[in-house]
Structures are given as structure tokens and as C-alpha cells.
């Protein structure tokens, strides 16, 4: 049996006033860095948090990356309070398949994503 | 009649998974599948082959698992083989309906990807083998 650690996510933060954008340095969000993901995000996102998550470099996602953003959706607080920034067609793809495109709040872009959030311009 | 295009032999290990993902890509654009198709050919062979090393095979990367990719006129069928435990979750078409903003799940979206993805889903158990077809057009 395999006994590797989750291998750590690359994760970027920087404050936009009240939102918190995280950026995904990760080409796949996948079941191999799933777990790590949402680990690191929790410790980044107190609770009630601003999110954005910037998703542009990420090409590929599958459930378990789906189920990871599930997670830190919940961590958030409300619906309102998580935004997702630059998502690629493929993982925008999955999230039509699974109908979460109307379960996320989804947008071009990360100053699209914080001034939704009411956060500061760039 | 269906022509082999690639078959790939791979150790149960998550970090392998993209390979057939990619091998899929590829045998997508062999086919002639548009875009669309060919994000949703991944996403469910990427799924199907995660589910065989997670579940059926249990992350040992001693055992292995096959990933067959034939052209079947202007369809692309996925054959995954793996000599796991019973793949149970394909025996039926999972519910459809919408997710519940207020009850939302952190996993088991992996099976109703399969099937929203893919034109035909068929699932057997043959001499101790889980045996996942997956069909794709358009």
C-alpha cells in the first residue's frame, strides 16, 4: 500500500481589502492534491472569510477537487461569501456536469471576483 | 468493427491517473471528437481510473490496471480493467436531480460524472475482473 503524505498544494494569498484571493498554482486539482487543498485552504480562511479563489492556472479538476471547494465553500459560511475567479473551460465543464455552476459564484476574473465580494480594486 | 488505438498499463497510483487522461485527449482527436466531448472524455475516464485505484485496488501500486481506447466509427469506447474488489457503484445510473445549495456533499460526485459525461456506461464483472465500458461521440 502506498504511505505517501498529501503533496503540498501551491497556494498564493493576498488581501484585497475584506477579501482574502487565493490563488491555485496547480495545473490539475485532482484526487492527488484534493486532500492537501482543502488543508491548506482551512488555515488560510478564518471562518466567515471573504474567498476568492483564482482557478486560472488550473486546467484540469476532478471530483475530488470539486469535493475539496465543497469543503471550503462550507468553511466560508454562506453562498455569498465564496467566489470563483478564472475558471478554464474544463473545469467549468465539470461543474455543468454536476450542476455546481449554480451552486458557485463564478467569474471572468479576479477583479470581477473581489469587487462582487465588495473588496478593494486593484 | 472497433480499432484498437492504445491500450495502457498502469500502476494503481493516483499520480498515473493523468496519463490516461491525457492518452484519452489524444484519442479523442484521433477520433474526431469536438472540444466538448473531448473535456468530457477526460473528465470520465479520469474518474473511472481514480475510482479503480482508490476503491478497487485500494492505492496499491503493486497491482495494476488497463485502460483500453478503440475507434468505434466516429465514437471513442474507453475499456478499464482491473483485477479489484467489485465495482458495485456502476450497476445503476445515479439521480439526477439538483444539488441542494443548503445539504451540500464533499464527495460522491465521481459516479454521476461518469454517467453525465459519457454517451453509454456498461459495467460487468468477468473472471474476477471489474470491467468499465465507456462510450463517446460527438
Do not use: W
Not at chain 1, 461569501?81 to 465539470?94: H, I, P, Q, W
Amino acid at each position: 500500500m502506498s504511505s505517501s503524505a498529501a503533496p503540498p498544494v501551491q497556494l498564493t494569498s493576498t488581501p484585497r481589502g475584506d477579501v482574502l484571493v487565493i490563488r491555485v498554482d496547480e495545473r490539475r486539482l485532482d484526487a492527488r492534491v484534493a486532500v492537501g487543498f482543502k488543508s491548506q485552504v482551512s488555515a488560510m480562511v478564518e471562518g466567515g472569510a471573504l474567498v476568492v479563489l483564482d482557478l486560472s492556472a488550473v486546467a484540469f479538476m476532478d471530483s475530488s477537487g470539486l469535493g475539496a471547494l465543497v469543503g471550503v465553500l462550507k468553511q466560508c459560511g454562506r453562498r455569498g461569501d465564496l467566489a470563483l475567479a478564472g475558471v478554464t473551460a474544463s473545469v467549468l465543464e465539470l461543474l455543468k456536469l454536476t450542476r455546481m455552476d449554480r451552486v458557485f459564484a463564478l467569474h471572468d476574473s479576479v477583479d470581477g471576483a473581489v469587487a462582487a465580494l465588495g473588496g478593494e480594486a486593484a | 468493427m472497433a480499432t484498437l488505438l492504445s491500450t495502457l498499463h498502469l500502476p494503481a497510483r493516483l499520480d498515473t491517473v493523468a496519463f490516461a487522461g491525457a492518452l484519452a485527449r489524444h484519442a479523442c482527436e484521433a477520433v474526431g471528437l469536438g472540444d466538448v466531448a473531448t473535456m468530457r472524455t477526460e473528465i470520465a475516464v479520469v474518474e473511472a481510473c481514480t475510482n479503480v485505484v482508490e476503491h478497487a485496488l485500494r492505492l496499491d501500486e503493486t497491482c495494476s490496471y488497463t485502460a483500453t481506447f478503440e475507434a468505434d466509427g466516429d465514437a471513442l469506447v474507453v475499456t478499464i480493467r482491473d483485477a479489484g474488489a467489485d465495482g458495485a457503484p456502476y450497476a445503476q445510473a445515479p439521480s439526477t436531480d439538483e444539488p441542494d445549495p443548503d445539504a451540500l456533499a464533499e464527495g460522491s460526485y465521481g459516479v454521476p460524472l461518469i454517467f453525465a459525461a459519457a454517451r453509454e456506461v456498461a459495467f460487468r464483472r468477468e473472471d474476477g475482473h471489474n470491467v468499465l465500458t465507456l462510450r463517446f461521440d460527438g
